[in-house]
């Protein structure tokens, strides 16, 4: 394989390229966007939702507390009432 060769081949590939296009410019025109009431309310929720925590710390902190010491029970029957109140939701 002949070196020179190379360039000859590649100027054969940089005939065939595309040109770019060329931007137009559009003068007057504008984009312009406008969100509804209920998006405006929906961003609203979307914040608070994002400060907020994923864990209710004034409810699970008592439990972890009674975890912790021991000192948490559960009794099998309610446990039974939700198993079967759940397994009848999933139906």
Same mark, same amino acid.
């Given at each position: 394989?002949?070196?020179? *060769? &190379? %360039?000859? @081949?590649?100027?054969? &590939?940089?005939?065939?390229? %595309? ?7 559009? @003068? !007057?025109?504008? #984009? ?6 209920? !998006? ?9 939702? *994002?400060?907020? !925590? #994923? ?9 972890? *507390?009674?975890?912790?010491? !021991? %000192? &948490?029970?559960?009794? @099998?029957?309610?446990? *039974? ?11």
């Amino acid at each position: 394989m002949r070196i020179e *060769a &190379y %360039t000859q @081949v590649q100027s054969l &590939y940089n005939t065939k390229k %595309t040109a770019k296009a060329q931007p137009q410019s559009k @003068v !007057g025109v504008s #984009d312009k966007l406008q969100i509804s009431g209920i !998006g405006k309310d929906i961003q609203i929720a979307k914040q608070a939702l *994002a400060g907020s !925590g #994923d864990i209710r710390e004034d409810v699970t902190a008592p439990i972890k *507390a009674k975890i912790d010491a !021991g %000192t &948490y029970e559960v009794g @099998v029957e309610s446990f *039974a009432d939700k198993l079967m109140q759940k397994y009848e939701e999933m139906r």
